[in-house]
């Protein structure tokens, strides 16, 4: 089955810096890829995916980068703000019922 | 989101006991989960409807029981609490296949 691995655990930059999430999957079939932003005690909440006939997608300061061929994708969020502050999840799907989560990441933007 | 809710929020119940979580959704979304979140594990699928009549276990199903009669409405029981089972749950809905999954508020479960 599906296995997604997260990569930093944690993560803490400067505001105004840069902050890059990195998930590699297992299964090469997966076509479609989400991130969810978690703030304490509230519910995960979509903020971007991407599907695999896509490299990228960007959304204002957010952008998703697929390599299909190494079987990684990263979350990019620029000029970070305090309120970016929560963990994210990414997620990889086979065209199937399931969503596979990876582990989270805390990301912690000092002002 | 108001279209999923979750009830209650918060529950605190003993080892032994049934306790049944609900979840209810006013999308008409065909597909409806239920996670549970603990430190260090992420979320991780408990069981899963594709419609009214239709369930699947996901990863870590045991000691839970769901049912769909309704499209709208996904309930998770836990038929004899253990301490194990204290944790966030969190309810989602999506359209279908490899489509978004939108998430209720959770609820917070303490096995004592």
């Known amino acids: 089955g599906e296995n997604v691995e997260q990569h930093p655990s944690t993560l803490s930059v400067q505001e105004g810096d840069s902050a890059v999430i990195k998930c590699t999957y297992s299964?090469?079939?997966?076509?479609?890829f989400p991130w969810y932003k978690q703030e304490l005690g509230k519910r995960p909440q979509l903020i971007i995916d991407?599907?695999?006939?896509?490299g990228e997608k960007k959304d204002q300061r957010i952008a998703v980068t697929l390599n299909k061929t190494a079987k990684h994708f990263s979350l990019h969020i620029t000029e970070t703000q305090p309120e970016d502050s929560a963990v994210y999840f990414c997620a990889a799907n086979r065209n199937t019922d399931k969503l596979i989560f990876g582990t989270g990441t805390r990301l912690q933007v000092f002002p | 989101d108001a279209g999923i809710t979750q009830s209650p929020r918060y529950k605190i119940t003993e080892t032994g006991r049934q306790v049944t979580l609900m979840c209810h959704q006013t999308?008409?979304?065909?597909?409806m989960f239920w996670y549970r979140q603990d430190l260090g594990h992420g979320l991780r699928l408990i069981y899963y409807?594709?419609?009214?009549?239709?369930?699947d276990k996901g990863e870590v199903p045991d000691g839970y029981v769901v049912s769909r009669s309704k499209t709208e409405n996904f309930p998770l029981t836990l038929e004899s609490a253990t301490r194990s089972q204290t944790s966030v749950y969190f309810c989602?809905?999506?359209?279908?296949?490899?489509?978004?999954?939108?998430f209720g508020d959770g609820t917070r479960l303490s096995i004592l």
């Open positions: 989602a809905s999506s359209e279908g296949v490899g489509q978004p999954q939108h």
């Open positions: 991407i599907r695999s006939n896509v």
């Open positions: 999308w008409s979304h065909s597909y």
């Open positions: 299964d090469s079939a997966s076509n479609y």
């Open positions: 409807s594709a419609a009214a009549d239709i369930t």
